[in-house]
């Protein structure tokens, strides 16, 4: 019975959703909507469970003075701080327990919170972000090499974008008359992208949309169950 | 020369009440395909560009409510505010200059908004869903009465119980991270499918996983699979429930948080086996300088070339949703798969034919499949 | 090991280090590369461009911090380029941080259109989840989706809003995005269901993904891809800012990765493993 009931809940919710998706006319015109709303209450709500887990795991870790335990300490103020000087005084135009603390905007220019987010939050993940552009040389040069044909036309289109995706190809074939605008990098790039690329695309596109239908059939029909925890 | 005057003031009157009742064609029907909340407007208006046109509604024809003020190019709109359906609505319109003074106005027009029981722009879709659920239920059934299907190899996957095996042998653990999405995504849930096989293998071997989620929703999945895995196996209790954990719902904090396991903890194999977007390149360049054997699995395809480059091996596309039927090598499930690939082989066909009859003039298909 | 197998194994810290001067100089000394516009940029221009005088538009920021270097530039570009056209603008988020972004692109431009007034000539409405979902509301009814703005004034009160009641009221729609839900959501929704232009701006990296979208239906009118779509764009509308500035930088690292192809696969050739492999 504890497995028989979700199936079930699966199976009905499934065949309810693609029902909806051909007729409109009520009740199940809008069963696609409510039901992601439904799923966004419950997920609004399972954010605490996350926060906790979270608070939880980190203490534990902290208590047993495992390996690097005091990285964990970092986690755990940062997540007080915010939570705290958030309730307190609110973030932009919202106030909080203790108002708007006007006294605190003029010292730091913003909320504390704001203030927090500014100069701390946004550099830690534009820095994170920032790491794409080493880590994307790094795996370029390991990657591109030309073992065969097929890589061969890979590294070479590859720089060709590379190259018309900047301005570099501009400045290499800028020269190049009007008449063969075709011969410019940009141009060439954006052919390899407009055309080849595109086309490559929407094959493993199309190919993960049947594989979406496929699994979706398998999971309503209860052939896969092992998102339940096994067969 | 106060008759002149009133004369005048009169023809000005006249002359603007003929200009302002200078009929515009305007037509109203009810909205084609929807639960009868809306109905289309469309008119054909020649004279003078106006400053806006205002659009009236009314429900007995009587009183009219204007209802929108919109640009003077616009030739059509569709009202969706408050319509009921079954109801009847009158509308009309009013072409205003700058200082609201109307150029031209048209007769009232009714239109009654009704639900329809199918969208039959989505005829080309259920033909598709109907074709395509069939022949995956054909092939279920032909695999249950136990025909031989022939699945090739997935070189990734075989790979699974290597990496434990592996792990196992140096004492390292394994990390599992199921892409930054919520359950309400497949790729998701294609990738918790495989962490229940993978979970399998690491009770048995004794090894240790570690699942570090972004989102609440996946972490409870998460950990009741692993669990259900540990329980399958027969060692409930070297279940650690603090091996799944969440981290955080922001994109790359959840990154600096993996990257610093990955960095910290040298698992002997990564599996990044779900939806990413930008971090996936940064995952997986961390566990490549910390020498993991690295597999990876998503349908997005700009991610693709980074796991491609940068793990050992690649699921693409398609080849993560197969992975949990792959691996549990049930006739049911392979047979899905078989008829997943009679779905593209139609589907391939559709495309030729299409391509071929366009260039001949002939657009049954193209329409067919827009709808036109 | 020889030379050329060195060359084959240069150690990744050096490729990075090369990566940080060749991307840090240029942003110091600018290099003044020309740049050549594309159609998609193009199309995305023209759109805003050619709209009706006092036009409608949405701009959605569905993006946060990480990628603001390279979307902002781009959003502040068009909110430019929309008020000097005189248009209406009305923004709004389906990502947290979207909000915030707004703002600080907001605060920007007002700098060079002082007279702009909120409520008038723009709205921020702030976020809201749900994505696909809240797209779906909005095409259906703006004021239920967002009954308040993001400083929490009632929608009635703020004049901007009088002629908006769904999406269809728009002219166009940009949506600026780095990932899920963004601007293929606002395809799939704004335009397949309500038939609305949509046009956008997205990370460089999601441009191969989105690109299938710029087709002879125009689900998507055009599409500002990466730092150079967005230098592009400045560039279109006389307004050089960062993107431009930003674009030597990357200019140079795409050169330092060609180099470093090249290296690599000469050490690959010179050192016989091409013919090892081939056997």
């Not at chain 1, 499934?14 to 419950?42: A, Y």
């Not at chain 1, 939570?83 to 108002?99: K, Y």
Request: charge should be neutral; hydrophobic fraction near 45%; include cysteine.
């Amino acid at each position: 019975m504890k497995r028989q009931f979700p199936l079930v809940i699966t199976f009905v919710v499934g065949m309810l959703v693609i029902v909806s998706q051909f007729i409109p006319h009520q009740p199940f015109g809008h069963l696609s909507d409510t039901l992601e709303s439904w799923f966004l209450i419950i997920s609004g709500f399972a954010i605490l469970l996350g926060q906790l887990n979270l608070l939880k795991v980190n203490i534990i870790k902290i208590h047993r003075k495992v390996r690097n335990w005091q990285y964990y300490i970092v986690c755990v103020v940062s997540f007080v701080v915010m939570i705290t000087i958030g309730i307190l005084w609110g973030t932009q135009d919202q106030p909080g327990l203790l108002g708007q603390g006007s006294a605190l905007v003029s010292f730091f220019g913003r909320k504390p919170f704001d203030y927090i987010f500014k100069h701390f939050f946004e550099n830690l993940s534009a820095t994170m972000f920032s790491l794409l552009a080493f880590f994307m040389a790094s795996a370029s040069y390991r990657a591109f090499r030309a073992r065969n044909l097929e890589s061969s036309l890979l590294l070479i289109s590859a720089v060709l974008v590379m190259l018309g995706r900047t301005t570099i190809g501009t400045w290499l074939t800028g020269w190049i008359p009007e008449d063969l605008t075709y011969l410019h990098i940009p141009q060439i790039a954006n052919f390899i992208m407009k055309y080849l690329q595109k086309t490559g695309q929407r094959a493993i596109m199309i190919c993960a949309g049947l594989g979406i239908v496929g699994s979706s059939l398998r999971i309503i029909l209860g052939i896969e169950r092992s998102y339940l925890g096994g067969k | 020369m106060k008759k002149i005057f009133v004369f005048c003031v009169l023809l000005f009157l006249f002359g603007s009440s003929v200009w302002a009742s200078s009929n515009v064609p305007l037509t109203a029907q009810d909205h084609p395909d929807d639960d009868g909340s809306a109905i289309d407007l469309s008119w054909k208006y020649e004279g003078e560009l106006p400053f806006s046109i205002w659009i009236e509604r009314s429900k007995d024809g009587k009183d009219f409510e204007l209802i929108s003020k919109i640009a003077p190019a616009k030739t059509y709109i569709t009202d969706g505010k408050n319509i009921k359906p079954g109801n009847q609505y009158y509308y009309r319109l009013k072409f205003v200059d700058a200082q609201s003074n109307i150029m031209a106005s048209t007769d009232i027009v009714k239109a009654k908004s009704e639900a329809q029981w199918f969208n039959s722009r989505r005829t080309p879709l259920l033909v598709m869903v109907i074709i395509l659920s069939a022949a995956i239920l054909y092939f279920i059934l032909s695999a249950r009465k136990g025909k031989h299907l022939f699945i090739r190899k997935i070189a990734g996957l075989d790979t699974i119980e290597e990496a434990v095996g592996r792990a196992t042998e140096l004492g390292k653990p394994l990390l599992f991270v199921p892409g930054i999405m919520d359950l309400d995504n497949i790729q998701t849930l294609a990738g918790l499918n495989i962490l229940s096989h993978l979970a399998k293998k690491v009770a048995k071997y004794d090894s240790t996983l570690y699942v570090p989620v972004s989102k609440s929703m996946v972490l409870s999945t998460a950990k009741e699979i692993v669990k259900e895995a540990y329980l399958k196996v027969g060692r409930p209790d070297a279940f650690d429930s603090d091996s799944v954990f969440y981290l955080t719902d922001d994109q790359f904090g959840y990154v600096a948080g993996v990257d610093g396991i990955i960095v910290r903890e040298k698992p002997a194999a990564t599996f990044y086996l779900g939806a990413f977007y930008a971090e996936s390149l940064i995952l997986a360049e961390t566990g490549f300088e910390s020498g993991a054997i690295q597999i990876a699995g998503t349908a997005m395809p700009s991610q693709i070339p980074f796991f491609v480059a940068a793990c050992d091996y690649t699921l693409i596309g398609e080849e993560l949703f197969a992975a949990s039927a792959y691996l549990s090598d049930q006739p049911n499930q392979l047979g899905c798969l078989k008829g997943q690939d009679v779905g593209k082989a139609l589907i391939l066909i559709t495309i030729f034919v299409g391509i071929i009859l366009d260039i001949f003039g002939v657009n049954i298909i193209t329409n067919f499949l827009q709808m036109k | 090991m020889s030379f050329f197998e060195k060359l084959m194994k240069i150690d990744r810290r050096i490729i990075f280090l090369l990566i940080f001067i060749g991307v840090a100089v240029p942003l110091i000394v600018a290099l003044n590369f020309t740049l050549e516009i594309t159609q998609p940029v193009r199309k995305v221009y023209s759109l805003v461009e050619d709209a009706d005088d006092g036009a409608y538009i949405l701009l959605s920021f569905d993006y946060g911090p990480s990628t603001k270097p390279e979307i902002q530039p781009m959003a502040i570009a068009v909110l430019k380029h929309a008020f000097e056209r005189d248009y209406k603008v009305v923004c709004s988020a389906l990502w947290p941080m979207g909000v915030l972004m707004c703002s600080e692109a907001i605060e920007s431009v007002k700098e060079e259109y002082p007279n702009i007034e909120y409520g008038v000539d723009y709205v921020n409405l702030g976020y809201k989840a749900g994505g696909l979902v809240t797209i779906n509301h909005m095409g259906k009814n703006m004021r239920e989706t967002f009954p308040t703005d993001a400083a929490n004034n009632p929608i009635s009160e703020i004049p901007i809003m009088d002629n908006i009641k769904n999406l269809t009221n728009f002219d166009f729609i940009v949506g600026f995005s780095s990932g899920s839900p963004g601007l293929k959501q606002w395809v799939q929704v704004a335009h397949d269901a309500y038939g609305v232009p949509v046009a956008g701006g997205s990370t460089a990296v999601q441009v191969p993904s989105l690109s299938p979208y710029l087709n002879r239906e125009n689900q998507l009118e055009g599409l500002l891809g990466g730092l150079k779509g967005a230098a592009e764009y400045e560039k279109l509308i006389a307004s050089p800012g960062t993107a431009v500035k930003g674009m030597d930088a990357q200019s140079i690292a795409h050169l330092l990765i060609i180099i470093f192809i090249t290296i690599g696969n000469i050490g690959y050739f010179v050192t016989g493993k091409y013919k090892q492999k081939r056997l």
